[in-house]
């Protein structure tokens, strides 16, 4: 089958070489891809929200089959658009992803339903939410309804850095019209879990386990980011809290979408914190987490090509979906100064790999015979191992080998994870 792969960075890239891997995959596109993801896929210059231009690629190009990842043309419609000229999609349509789309209405569906989270008001005006914020408890968290490139939520404790956080998000509008509403959460305290799951909207098949590391800088210091790093599967998410989150939270979710009339067909991901109280939801995303997928694909043993098309099909419990039983560790190497400002157009020199190590580029260019930096996130350096300990080690000893002008990384990528296995 002809496959087209919506987006372009590292996320892309882990499903890029995993789909590759299947026999019933014959030709495997990328739309806009990049320098990195070329060596796998045939690239395609079409924006990944250009829905009109993607529909005309698919359509033009004999595409069977496309799996958009990213939550922008996911939210605007591109799974609808797409499947309505006959292209089947791994994905959710735009009704199922408002679950990520908006915070507010995911967070009615959990309230409706009883799928434990944090407490929280809306609001859709500063005027209101200010007056609210002068008699709240602190710490709490204010977030932007809509999509913000995962910095919609700002973690404030006092008032002043409330009110700023207002500002910014409601008077500055720094993420545009996501602003235009915000909730007012209780700030919840413990081990933060990612889950990501296959679902078709009848059954729900969970991934392996990981914990995402969003600071820039060691010891979760510094602003947050895309994400500079992750390990899998997280020491925290024992078989029991598993069970609890699947009667709990996984199972009931897909109810309450489908008694919503928003059956999710894709990958939803659940983003939990496992307070004194139980697991309970931070957030919703409507696609695969970045960069949890780097460590997560590495460890799939079954083919992903047929588990996607399983899923379109609404045949997921027919399949297999196998996961290894080892670790893998995902180290991204950045640019210094991300995620602020930072230069661009270095060289950067890969070395070979060996079994069970994978670059997946997120940020890079080619240009000849070269590949240069483009973005503030260039690259994850992933290892595979028998124990955590290893994994960790050998994606640092990868990253080291990794070369280009004012490259950055995080130097504790699985320090916590390690520590609660110390403690166990």
């Known amino acids: 089958m002809r496959v087209l792969v919506v987006g372009g960075g590292g996320r ?55 799996v958009v990842t990213p939550d922008n043309p996911l939210v605007l419609g591109m799974v609808d658009a797409l499947e309505e000229v006959g292209v ?31 407490k929280s008001e809306v609001f859709d005006n500063a005027k209101d939410a200010l007056l609210y914020l002068e008699t709240s408890e602190y710490p709490c968290v204010v977030k932007a309804d809509g999509l913000a490139l995962g910095k919609g939520a700002i973690i404030v404790n006092d008032f002043e850095e409330a009110r700023a956080a207002i500002d910014e998000i409601m008077v ?37 386990s990981s914990m995402d590391h969003k600071r820039a800088h060691d010891f979760d210091m510094g602003l947050n980011t895309g994400g500079m790093g992750a390990v899998a599967p997280n020491p925290y998410y024992t078989k029991e809290i598993q069970e609890e989150c699947m009667q709990k939270i996984f199972l009931p979710t897909v109810r309450a979408m489908n008694a919503d009339g928003r059956p999710f067909k894709g990958c ?20 695969f987490g970045d960069p949890e997928t780097q460590v997560v694909l590495p460890l799939l043993e079954s083919d992903l090509f047929e588990i996607m098309l399983a899923v ?26 991300y995620p602020q400002k930072y230069n661009t157009g270095y060289q950067i020199d890969l070395p070979t790999l060996d079994k069970n190590e994978y670059i997946y580029i997120a940020g890079a260019k080619a240009e000849g015979d070269k590949l240069l930096t483009s973005g503030g996130r260039v690259l994850g350096a992933v290892a595979r191992g028998a124990t955590l300990a290893g994994a960790i080690d050998k994606a ?4 080291g080998k990794i070369h280009f002008e004012n490259a950055f990384m995080r130097h504790d990528i699985g320090r916590r994870a390690l520590e609660a296995i110390e403690r166990k």
């Open 172 to 208: 500055e509008h720094v993420f545009g019209e996501s602003g235009n509403r915000v909730l007012v959460e209780e700030f919840l305290t413990g081990p933060e879990v990612s889950v990501l799951s296959f679902t078709d909207g009848k059954t729900l098949v969970p991934m392996v």
């Open 88 to 118: 089947k999609c791994f994905g959710p349509n735009a009704k199922a992803a408002e679950i990520e789309g908006s915070k507010v209405f995911s967070k009615r569906l959990m309230q409706k339903y009883g799928i434990p989270t944090a």
């Open 312 to 337: 379109a099909d609404e045949r997921l419990g027919e399949v297999e979906v196998k996961f290894s039983t080892d670790s893998a560790c995902c180290v991204v190497l950045a640019s210094d100064g």
């Open 12 to 66: 892309e890239h882990a499903v890029v070489k995993a789909l590759k891997k299947s026999k019933k995959v014959d030709k495997l596109f990328c739309a806009p891809g990049n320098g990195g993801i070329a060596a796998d896929a045939e690239c395609v210059s079409v924006k990944a929200t250009d829905i009109k231009g993607m529909v005309e690629f698919a359509k033009a190009n004999g595409i069977d089959f496309a």
């Open 268 to 287: 939803l991901y659940f983003g939990l914190m496992l307070t004194k109280d139980g697991a309970k939801v931070i957030e919703y995303n409507c696609r």
């Open 396 to 399: 640092y000893k990868l990253a």
